[in-house]
């Protein structure tokens, strides 16, 4: 089973041989890759890739700061919630609504961040990135499910795409990977 996590694109894969897969699930709109970076830039980060920086932000805050929707879970679709396609769009759409709200603005510019403002933008991206994560894992979980009822046989979850060096998302696929007996 491959899972591309990526700036462009997510992918759930079965690989049956050379020339031969069937893709489990795919991005329906905005891939885990592109949610972070526009989170990231939402958040006030200029650098680009943002992902790795938000990654770095987060660890500052406090991932139960907020409550953020769970992507597809309120679709009145039956197969969007129990498929392996993955939607970051209303995530994102949901932090750029927090931010406006929880993020004190800057009197001067020019002046260090207040350490309040540092704390709010933290927290925002930690509980992004707690929710991307549980979403892009519940479906990499599912797709693990489909794969080894479809090729009992299966071994590896091999994850490819920047979003692989995330350590959150390291971690949650690890635990994947494990519950699935994978390697």
């Not at 790795?52 to 406090?62: I, N, S, W």
């Not at 039956?78 to 994102?92: H, M, T, V």
């Not at 709010?120 to 892009?136: G, N, T, Y």
């Not at 071994?155 to 795409?161: E, H, M, N, R, T």
């Amino acid at each position: 089973l491959t899972l591309l996590v990526s700036g462009g694109h997510n992918m759930a894969v079965l690989t049956r041989g050379i020339g031969s897969h069937t893709i489990l699930g795919s991005t329906l709109d905005d891939s885990v890759g592109e949610a972070f970076d526009k989170t990231a830039r939402t958040l006030g980060i200029a650098q680009i890739p943002g992902g790795p920086h938000l990654e770095k932000l987060a660890r500052e805050g406090d991932a139960g700061a907020h409550r953020l929707p769970k992507p597809l879970s309120k679709t009145r679709d039956p197969w969007l919630q129990k498929s392996c396609d993955y939607s970051f769009s209303g995530l994102k759409t949901a932090v750029r609504s927090l931010c406006e709200k929880a993020i004190p603005a800057l009197a001067d510019k020019d002046a260090p961040e207040p350490d309040e403002r540092r704390r709010a933008r933290a927290d925002i991206a930690a509980s992004f990135q707690r929710v991307a994560v549980e979403h892009l894992c519940e479906r990499a979980g599912r797709a693990a499910e489909w794969a080894t009822e479809q090729e009992p046989e299966i071994k590896s979850l091999v994850v490819a795409g920047g979003v692989a060096a995330n350590q959150q998302v390291r971690q949650g696929l690890k635990e994947v990977a494990e519950d699935a007996d994978l390697e």
